[in-house]
């Protein structure tokens, strides 16, 4: 034997061959990515906001929810992978900085009561959330609105007048990058409290029906009462790619736009 001068050791017997080192691999944990795009859900926490949520999560995206009651009661395990914010889009100051990193926006606020109420959650609260995320540059702004009932409208005046009043703005602001979407009744199942009420009971077969008679659609005053009825479930995929996938077209979706995108794959 011989020693180097690094101190090693080195055989001098011709017939022996020095032995590799050994060495162990490293284990390798596949550890996904960071998320690159944020969504804001506005009223997250509510029938369609919930679905949303879940449904971007599983797609692999950053979430956030803003509404007035800030975290959901849901103890499904998903949850826990949202951030919660509480705020009042009627109160400037009181929640923008829910919009910090954020690359898109969906709204599902509305409501219902007086006429100068439900302009004002229906019309003047989105429209301050349109334009707080203009001028933050957030990419795209998708808005749940409401499909029109003709006659219906006029029962609701302020509720679908405030829709308008967010559809024009979000149009202004988000030329590019903004979608509306325009389903009827929405169905499925909707949580009040701890009791579970299966809406698409009544839904489902009526989508069904309605799909197929749509040029009765078209009938003056009445016919936007044929409209068929959508699942949660069409509407929160819908809502979700129109906010993520870069070639998703501006503008207005109504309910068979809906079914349609909800079956493709993208």
Same mark, same amino acid.
């Given at each position: 034997?011989a020693?180097?001068?690094s101190?090693?050791?080195?055989?001098?017997?011709?017939?022996?061959?020095?032995?590799?080192?050994?060495?162990?691999e490293?284990?390798?944990v596949n550890v996904p990515?960071p998320?690159?795009?944020?969504?804001?859900?506005?009223?997250? $926490? *509510?029938?369609?906001g919930?679905?949303?949520?879940?449904? %971007?999560? &599983?797609? #692999?995206?950053?979430?956030a929810?803003?509404?007035?009651?800030?975290?959901?009661?849901?103890?499904?395990?998903?949850a826990?992978?949202?951030s919660?914010?509480?705020?009042?889009?009627?109160?400037?100051?009181?929640?923008?900085?829910a919009?910090?990193?954020?690359?898109a926006?969906?709204s599902c606020?509305?409501?219902?009561?007086?006429?100068s109420?439900m302009?004002?959650? $229906? *019309?003047?609260?989105?429209?301050n959330?349109?334009r707080? %995320?203009? &001028?933050? #540059?957030?990419?795209?702004?998708?808005?749940?609105?409401?499909?029109d009932?003709?006659l219906a409208?006029?029962?609701?005046?302020?509720y679908y007048?405030?829709?308008?009043?967010?559809e024009?703005?979000l149009l202004?602001k988000?030329?590019?990058?903004g979608v509306i979407l325009?389903?009827?009744?929405?169905?499925?199942?909707?949580?009040?409290?701890?009791v579970?009420l299966p809406? *698409?009971?009544?839904?489902?077969?009526?989508?069904?029906?309605?799909q197929?008679?749509r040029?009765l659609?078209?009938?003056?005053?009445?016919?936007?009462?044929?409209?068929?009825?959508?699942?949660?479930?069409?509407v929160?995929?819908?809502?979700?790619?129109?906010?993520?996938?870069?070639?998703?077209?501006?503008?207005?979706?109504?309910?068979y736009?809906i079914?349609?995108?909800s079956?493709?794959?993208?």
């Open positions: 034997m020693v180097s001068n101190g090693r050791y080195l055989s001098t017997d011709s017939k022996k061959v020095d032995e590799p080192f050994k060495v162990e490293a284990e390798t990515p998320p690159t795009e944020k969504l804001l859900v506005l009223g997250g $926490n *509510g029938f369609v919930l679905h949303i949520c879940k449904e %971007a999560l &599983d797609h #692999g995206l950053a979430v929810s803003l509404s007035r009651s800030g975290r959901s009661s849901i103890q499904d395990s998903w826990s992978n949202v919660w914010h509480q705020g009042n889009l009627l109160s400037p100051g009181s929640w923008e900085d919009l910090d990193g954020v690359t926006v969906i606020v509305g409501g219902f009561g007086s006429n109420y302009y004002k959650i $229906n *019309g003047t609260a989105n429209i959330a349109i707080a %995320a203009s &001028d933050k #540059g957030v990419k795209r702004f998708v808005y749940i609105s409401a499909a009932f003709g409208n006029y029962l609701l005046q302020g007048e405030g829709k308008k009043a967010a024009a703005e202004i988000f030329p590019y990058g325009r389903p009827g009744f929405i169905y499925g199942t909707r949580r009040v409290g701890s579970k809406l *698409g009971v009544i839904g489902s077969p009526l989508e069904m029906v309605l197929r008679t040029p659609n078209q009938l003056p005053l009445i016919g936007p009462l044929f409209t068929p009825p959508v699942n949660v479930t069409s929160a995929k819908v809502a979700v790619r129109a906010a993520t996938d870069p070639v998703f077209p501006p503008g207005i979706v109504d309910v736009g079914q349609r995108y079956q493709k794959k993208y």
